[in-house]
């Protein structure tokens, strides 16, 4: 639908997005960790590592060969595995996009419980939707699609560069692309979509990051708030009364102070 390029809002609390940009980093040598060992390995730690709703809920045994951590860990560690590089490429494009402005109104330590609270909510409503599943889930989508929902309630007004339908660049305002992007993974959800997509884990993630944010974020960061705009002094020149020259050459005028004239700022 589109691709999501560049935004004008800027850090406001935080001098340097660094969750943002270590989550990117750690889900990117994750990625090539995996796919380096070679199809063996990568199909080895989706099984050990990739969210199976049979085995969390105990329907299903999985072999004691990819048992590498214990079940109830894959709420997480799935979120760290891709399939191939496009679907790394597109899960960090968004969070690079998206995350350094909600990282910015959470605070670095909240906002990493944020994303990874919204992966387990993502997971959750898989395993709820598809209880007894043996596909294992993989991929960031569901904390993706959590930060999203938040970028999208705290900064909807906020102008974003947009590829849509991959080739037409625009600078439109966040609302309309974040919504249709949402509203679509709920048409699919509901639809029943494409099996190879688990856009109940979308959905999931998209309801816990319209939650969490409202409950994490600094209370000093504004709801729905829009870019913030440049503010711009400009200084006239002070004006000057013209007096008449005084009869006694030693007196002084009275000093006068000018003001100049600036622009409000919002």
């Known amino acids: 639908m589109f691709i999501p390029l560049y935004?004008?809002?800027?850090?406001?609390?935080?001098?340097?997005?660094?969750?943002?940009?270590?989550?990117?980093?750690?889900?990117?040598?994750?990625?090539?960790?995996?796919?380096?060992?070679?199809?063996?390995?990568t199909n080895a730690a989706v099984l050990g590592l990739g969210f199976i709703p049979s085995v969390v809920h105990d329907s299903v045994e999985l072999a004691p060969q990819f048992v590498v951590i214990p079940e109830s860990l894959s709420y997480v560690t799935y979120s760290f595995l891709h399939a191939d590089i496009f679907h790394l490429g597109g899960n960090m494009l968004f969070l690079w996009v998206f995350g350094d402005n909600v990282e910015d109104a959470l605070g670095h330590v909240r906002f990493l419980i944020f994303y990874?609270?919204?992966?387990?909510?993502?997971?959750?409503?898989?395993?709820?939707?598809?209880?007894?599943?043996?596909?294992?889930?993989?991929?960031?989508?569901?904390?993706?699609?959590?930060?999203?929902?938040?970028?999208?309630?705290?900064?909807?007004?906020?102008?974003?560069?947009v590829l849509a339908f991959?080739?037409?660049?625009?600078?439109?305002?966040?609302?309309?692309?974040?919504?249709?992007?949402?509203?679509?993974?709920?048409?699919?959800?509901?639809?029943?979509?494409?099996?190879?997509?688990?856009?109940?884990?979308?959905?999931?993630?998209i309801m816990a990051g319209a939650v969490l944010v409202l409950v994490l974020r600094n209370r000093a960061v504004p709801l729905l708030a829009g870019a913030e705009e440049e503010t711009t002094l400009v200084v006239g020149p002070a004006p000057v009364a013209t007096e008449p020259a005084p009869s006694d050459p030693l007196a002084q005028p009275a000093p006068r102070w000018g003001r100049g004239s600036a622009s409000s700022p919002d």
């Open 7 to 41: 935004d004008t809002n800027r850090l406001r609390h935080i001098k340097l997005q660094y969750v943002t940009i270590g989550l990117i980093a750690f889900n990117t040598l994750i990625y090539f960790a995996t796919a380096l060992g070679g199809e063996q390995f």
């Open 116 to 161: 990874l609270l919204c992966a387990i909510a993502g997971a959750f409503f898989q395993g709820l939707i598809a209880w007894d599943s043996q596909v294992p889930l993989i991929g960031a989508s569901g904390a993706i699609a959590g930060v999203v929902a938040a970028y999208l309630i705290l900064y909807p007004r906020v102008k974003v560069w």
């Open 166 to 205: 991959a080739r037409i660049p625009l600078r439109i305002p966040a609302f309309i692309p974040l919504i249709l992007w949402i509203l679509f993974q709920i048409v699919m959800f509901a639809a029943g979509g494409e099996d190879q997509i688990s856009w109940a884990c979308h959905v999931g993630g």
